[in-house]
């Protein structure tokens, strides 16, 4: 099966001035398949997080969503080795937790060299609007950069 947005997800990767990615979309509409798939076809490992029941890393990231900590933990969370520009970093049911979306700015900031993107639906996220971006990533979005996808539902 191909999706649509496979080809602005590839434009993404290659981007030098990439940021965090945040995919949104309703419930059911192939969010995580679409990820799945993306980092298999374009990447050496996918480090696939789900926020949704994970009580461990909830913890961890309120003590922290530095990049430079967060690494190691997801390393050993999803037992893969994460290296710029050979994993991609995939945090699923983002809307579960804040601090998660949150963390998001800080990989801009610190660690651009990552590839990290964000699944969540419209609703959930939408409810964490008190979770600060970058100016340069608010500012991109507003400008119309792929920044945030919106994943509809039978886009192929």
């Not at 029941?53 to 913890?59: C, G, M």
């Not at 969370?77 to 804040?98: A, H, R, W, Y």
């Not at 969540?120 to 939408?126: A, E, I, K, R």
């Amino acid at each position: 099966m191909y999706r649509s947005a496979i080809k602005q997800l590839k434009e993404w990767k290659d981007k030098p001035s990439r940021m965090p990615l945040l995919l949104v979309g309703a419930r059911q509409t192939g969010k995580t398949w679409l990820l799945k798939h993306f980092g298999a076809d374009c990447f050496a490992h996918i480090a696939y997080i789900s926020f949704d029941n994970n009580a461990a890393l909830n913890e961890t990231l309120e003590n922290t969503i530095s990049p430079k900590e967060l690494l190691p933990v997801l390393s050993a969370e999803t037992g893969v080795p994460i290296n710029p520009n050979e994993t991609l970093i995939v945090f699923d049911e983002i809307q579960v937790s804040p601090r998660a979306l949150l963390s998001l700015k800080y990989f801009c900031e610190e660690a651009p060299e990552y590839h990290i993107a964000a699944a969540g639906s419209t609703l959930g996220v939408m409810l964490h609007k008190q979770a600060s971006f970058p100016v340069r990533f608010t500012a991109a979005y507003r400008r119309g950069q792929r920044r945030h996808l919106h994943l509809r539902t039978h886009r192929f």
